[in-house]
C-alpha cells in the first residue's frame, strides 16, 4: 500500500482504500489469500502447460492434445499472426456443458431458472430437460442439411432456448453467430450477409418492459435486404412467444417453421461431432473504429477452457450450493461466456431474466434474488447507476440475504456506484468482482479473485492467471511500476480471438500492427503502487454507451445515410447512468434548414441503420467541422466543445480554419 499522508485528496483516499474478503468469502475460494493467487499466477506463467493442462483435465476430451499446449505468434514482422491451444485434442463444449452433468447423475438438477418478462411467468430446465431440448434441435437442424462448419444465425430474447440453441450448433459442429435482439433490420442483415447461415433461429416476438419487440418482423426484412443482396436464408425456425397476429410478421411457406412442428416431435437423441479444439465455435459481430462490424472468432478448445477457469476461479462457483445470475443477453460476449457456456460447463443452476431491470419497478432484480435465494449476481455498472437513481428504498424492501458475491463488467465502475453496489445492494459483506474483458478476449482478463484479493473500489485489480499485461508509452515501450499508458497484453490466452472471420488482414491489423509482438486492447490503463490496473477507456474511436460498444464510425455512416447529410462526426460525452451518450455534429447539404423534425429523423436512421440502443442524445448542427489542413477532423476539439469545455482546446494551430470553432460553440444547443 502506498504511504497515504493525512492531507490525501479524495481521489487518493478512495485510491488507497481497501475491501479485505470476508472470512466467510475465504475459508470458501478456491483460491486463499494474496499469496495463493500469486503461488497459482506465477506457476501459470512460467510453467503454462502444467497449468493449463491440469485446468484442461477437469473437462472431457475425445483426444488429447500434443504438445506444447500453445504454439503462437503475434509478431507481424515474423509472420502471419496464429495462435492455436490444446493442438490435436478433440473435444465437444455441449457434451461437456450438457451431457456431462447429466451423465455425472446430475438431471434433475435446475440448469435454468427462467424470469420471464412480467412477474409470475416463469419456466424451470433442468439439466436432463436441456440436454432433450439441445438434442431435438440438433435433430431439426440436421433435416434441414446443417453440418459442421456451417453457420446458423440466432435472432433471439432470453428465453432457455437461446442458450439452448447455442449449445446445440456446438453440439453438431455448426457456428453459432448471435444477434442481439436489439440491432435493426439493417444491421440483422449486414451480420447475416457477412456469415452466409442457411438458417435462422428466431422468436415471434416478446415484450421488454412494457415495450413490445417484433423480432419475427425483424428477421423477414432483414432476409428481404439481404436477398436483396444475393443471399437467401432457406430455412426460419420460429419459437411462439408472442403470437404473430399481436406482433407483426408472417411465416413464410416453406421456409419458416414453428418450434412446435419443426422441433417438438424430434427424437431426444442426438450424437455429439468430436470437433478439433481449433475449429471455429462462434462468430460474435462486434464494434470497431472502423464502419463495418467485425466477426470475433472464437474456437472450440481454448474457449471452453477459458469460459470453464474464469466462471469458476472468478465467481468461485459451487454448483451444489450456488444459484448464479448473470443479467447479460446472450446476444453479447458477456452472455455467452458467463450465461450459456461457463456456467454450464460447472454444472451450475443460474438464473435467466427475460426483461429489464426497471420493469414492472426497480426492485425487481432483488425481487428475483429473493425468490431464488441468488447468491452471485453479475451485471454492468449502467445498470447499477439506473438502479441507485431510483433510490435505496427498492433495494431494502427485499431481504438480499442470499448473495454473497457481486460482480461488474462493460465499462469502468465510478467508485460512488461502486460503494452503493457494496453497501446498500451486498449489505456491506459481498466482495464485488470488477471483471475487465472484452468481445475478443473471450473471458476475463483482469479481475479480483473473491478469497484472494483485497478490493479498490472502480479498480479492476490483477491480472487473471496466464495473463500477462504491460502497459505501453505510446511510443511503444514498456512502463515500469506506477504508470499510466495503453494496456496491451504480451502473449497469448486459451480463450483469445483467432481471427476476424474472412478477414485475417483485419484482425492482424486492427490487434498487432500497432504494437509489434503484443495484443493491443484498445484502453488505456493506469497501474498503482500495488501493481493493481485501473482502466480508464479507450483510447481508440469506440463508443461505450450503457456497456454497448458502438464505433464512432458506424454512427457516422449512419447519419450520412440520409439524403441532406453531408458529413456527420460523432463524440461521446459523460453520462451520469449511461456512462457515455452519443453526440453528433451534423453538416447539411447546401439549401437545407436544421429544424428539430430533420433532428427526429436523423435520430430515426440511426435507430433503423443500427438499432435504438445507438441513437444520438445530441445532435448539434456544424455548418462546417474543425479540421486538419489534411482534412483529418479533430475529434478532440469536437469532444470539448459538446462538454462546454471550450476554454480548455489546448493546441489548435494545425486547425485549417479556426473560426468553426467560434461558429459551433454558438450553435449549441440550438
Ligand atoms: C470494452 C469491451 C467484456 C464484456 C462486455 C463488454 C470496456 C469491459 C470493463 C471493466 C473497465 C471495461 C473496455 C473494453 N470494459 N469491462 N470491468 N472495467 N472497462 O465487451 O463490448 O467487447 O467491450 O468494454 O473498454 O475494451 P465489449
Redesign the pocket.
Known sequence: MSDAGDQKTKEQASIDDKFFPPDAIVERAYVQGLSGYKDLYERSLSDPDSFWSEQAETLTWHKKWSSPICKYNLNIENGPVNISWFDGAETNISWNAVDRNVEAGLGDRVAFYWEGNDEGVERTVTYAQLKSMVCRIANYLKSVGVKRGDDVTLYMSLVPELPAAMATCARIGAIHSVVFGGFSAEALADRILDSTPNVVITVSGTMRGPKPIPLKAIVDEALQISEGKGHTVHHVLMLEQLPLSDVGGSMKAGRDVTWREAVDSQPDDCPVEWMPAEAPLFKLY?SGSTGKPKGVLHTAGGYMVGAMVTTKFVFDVQPVSDVYWCTADCG???GHTYVTYGPLLLGATQVIFEGVPTWPDAGRCWSIVDKYKVTIFYTAPTAIRALHARGDAFVTRYSRASLRLLG??????NPEAWRWYYEVVGGGRCPIM????????GSHMITPLPGATPLKPGC?TLPFFGVEPAVLDEKGNELQGPCEGILVIKRPWPSMMRTVAGDHKRFEQTYFSAFKGYYF???GCRRDSDGYYW?T??VDD?L?VS???IGTAEVESALVSHPVCVEAAVVAVEHAIKGQSIYAFVTLMTGSEPSDALRKELIATVRKVIGPFAAPDVIHWAPGLPKTRSGKIMRRVLRKIAACEEDQLGDTSTLADPSVVQQLVELRGK
Open positions: 462486434t453479447w460476449i458477456t461488474s463488467v462493460g465499462e469502468p465502475i470488477d471483471t475487465w474483458w472484452q468481445t475478443e478476449t479492476a486492447t484498445g484502453d482502466i477507456g479507450r469506440v461505450n456497456g454497448h460498444r
